[in-house]
């Protein structure tokens, strides 16, 4: 589902990550650790196609982003990708409801039913019609766990999704992660500091200065 050769990523004179490669096949969950600053988001944002690599190849689904205009990356990430941003990037104008409709809108399938299972699969199932303003940090970052697999996306790119939750609930939302991954067979990428979240994974990665390095 995704193939990571020899990417490179600099900004100006420093050195964000060097030669990674990897795979991640369809029904793969892999945990992505490293220390703060080490370029985790950076990864998942070219992986993206929302920040630009120097060096190497991406391909999603068999598609290789180098061949895909900026048109044409927006098109590959609404049908193909969930993403959880480490911001949430939630709406502030839409409902928590509308929030995680907003895919399914975009790829013109609208499902009620499926947005009201994920909110109730996540917890908030009480919460759909209030606004992010009215919402605490873990229940926006939930939301956003929502938003990212309502689509049943192929490739599932999580940046410290458990970040803000107590244990219980970040055991919960991981249960949701897992779920597309072992019954819609979505490939996930986990960035996490999270050793109980690592713990729930196939394959544990770390990353470094050098590339990506099994721990
Ligand atoms: N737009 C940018 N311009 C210049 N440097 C940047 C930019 N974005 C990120 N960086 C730098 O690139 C490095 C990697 O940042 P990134 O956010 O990818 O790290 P991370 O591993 O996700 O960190 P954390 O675990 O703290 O979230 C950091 O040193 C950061 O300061």
Same mark, same amino acid.
């Given at each position: ?90 709406? @502030? ?9 907003? @895919? ?27 606004? @992010? ?27 410290? @999704? ?54």
């Amino acid at each position: 589902m995704l193939l990571l050769e020899g990417l490179s990523k600099s900004y100006g004179e420093t050195r964000v990550f060097h030669d990674v490669t990897l795979e991640l096949g369809t029904g793969e969950f892999v945990a992505l650790l490293g220390e703060s600053g080490v370029g985790k988001s950076t990864l998942l944002n070219c992986i993206a196609g929302l920040d630009g690599a120097d060096a190497g190849r991406i391909t999603v689904g068999g598609t290789d982003l180098a061949t895909l205009d900026e048109a044409g990356r927006a098109r590959l990430r609404r049908a193909r990708l969930g993403f959880v941003f480490q911001a949430f990037h939630v709406l @502030p104008h839409l409902t928590v409801a509308e929030n995680v409709a907003l @895919p399914l809108l975009l790829l013109n399938r609208p499902d009620e039913r499926r947005v009201a299972a994920l909110l109730d699969a996540v917890g908030l199932g009480a919460l759909g019609a209030r606004y @992010p303003a009215q919402l605490s940090g873990g229940q926006l970052q939930r939301v956003a766990i929502a938003r990212a697999v309502v689509h049943a996306p192929g490739l599932i790119l999580a940046d410290e @999704p458990t970040g803000n939750l107590d244990p219980e609930t970040a055991e919960r939302v991981l249960g949701v992660l897992l779920a597309q991954v072992r019954e819609a067979g979505a490939a996930c990428l986990l960035v996490t500091h999270s050793e109980a979240a690592a713990a729930r994974a196939d394959r544990v990665l770390r990353l470094s200065a050098h590339g990506i390095v099994a721990r």
